[in-house]
């Protein structure tokens, strides 16, 4: 169903922060584009259409004929481009799903689950707040014809600020929805809805209902709080050692390390004034200097193979992310102590947001780890070396 172009629109907003595209980039309609069927613009083979237009005409018309586009400027052909989608959803820690298409356009070997897409739903909320807002979008014009959003709940639902609807006969009517209120941030997804209406119907109901949860019960979304365990061991001889050199600190030949008391840290956060960047170092003693970069050193004389990583999340607060390493530390502890972690700033035109990564491990540990992460309902996506040692390196 059209759920799917929820990816094809993370891929797309990858590669606007990436530099790949931009929003005024006009891209040429294929011959295969302009043949889909609908829901489309109807576009004509040759004419010309801007990476921003075809964007929010997926968003309120789905409209297959743009979803097209915009996978062939990133993929080549539409079946290469949803070759790199599941490969991306698996990243995220969508392990039951499978694409085979841009659009959603019926497919037996497509497939998905309501959890993954609550997981992607909450993958472009996270990593790309810049541009989440086309899923907002209630109208959009195209030439004299005006197009309504499907999703019938933004501006009737106090709150809800996005995301996708999507049918096919065999799907039934689906809806991703994510709301915001009173500080509280919901994402809830209805699949196999006998019609729009009983889907916005039960749609309703499950955020009436995760709205009046306490939010120390709500352990589907970012507002739980976790009490953290405390690690069941010292670090390996020399890790402290290791890891103060990386951090740019003086050498504890006979550092005693004590336990830290547990203490419960909240998924989501608020800002603070003065941001201290940690790293998964914390949990053996050792702080980084603020902002600096982890010696390249490390990463750089293990094997290629054993330069990946993994992303826990991103985040508006450098602090934020550092405590996101460290719970996630302390949640895989035997694939992630070893590893280096630090959190990467990304600069956008506002503001400036913080990824919070971990490496040192081969591509079958990052993906273990991202599985052990998923369940405990932390974000993670896979890194491979080509990408770690971008940031690391002088």
Known sequence: ????????????????????????????????????TPSKLFLKEGRKISVEQAILSVVTKSANDSATIL????GGTEFAF??????????????????????GLPNRRQFTTA??????????????????????????QWGRRQFRNHNNLLGSYAGVNGIKTGYTRASGFNLTASAERDGKRIIAVVMGGRTAKSRDAQMRKLLDRAFTMPLAADTRHA???LQL????????????????????????????????APQPVALAVQPRDKPVVTTAMAAAGALPVPGNKPSVNALGQLPRHQRWGVQVGTFKAADAAARRIRQ????????????????????????????????????RIAHNTCRILVKKNIRCIAVPPSQTMAFLAP
């Open 82 to 103: 949803a070759q790199k989608m599941t490969a991306k959803a698996h990243e995220l820690g969508m392990y039951r799903t499978q694409f085979r298409n841009a659009t």
């Open 1 to 36: 169903a059209s759920l799917t172009k929820m990816m094809t629109l993370y891929m797309v907003f990858e590669a606007m922060r990436d530099g790949k595209l931009h929003p005024g980039q006009m891209l040429t309609v294929s011959r295969r584009a302009a043949g889909q």
């Open 229 to 260: 365990p405390t690690p069941p061991q010292k670090p390996a001889p020399g890790f402290t050692a290791a890891l103060r050199q990386l951090a740019g600190l003086p050498a504890l030949p006979h550092a005693n390390i004590a336990k830290a």
């Open 115 to 140: 959890r993954d897409m609550a997981i992607l739903a909450r993958a472009l909320r996270a990593d790309f707040p810049e541009y989440f807002h086309y899923f907002a979008t209630e109208q959009f």
């Open 328 to 363: 996630a530390t302390l949640v895989a502890p035997t694939y992630l102590k070893p590893a280096i972690g630090w959190v990467e700033p990304l600069e956008q035109p506002n503001r400036t947001l913080y990824r919070a990564k971990l490496a040192g491990m081969s591509k």
């Open 71 to 74: 996978a062939e400027a990133l």
């Open 223 to 225: 507002m739980k709080s």
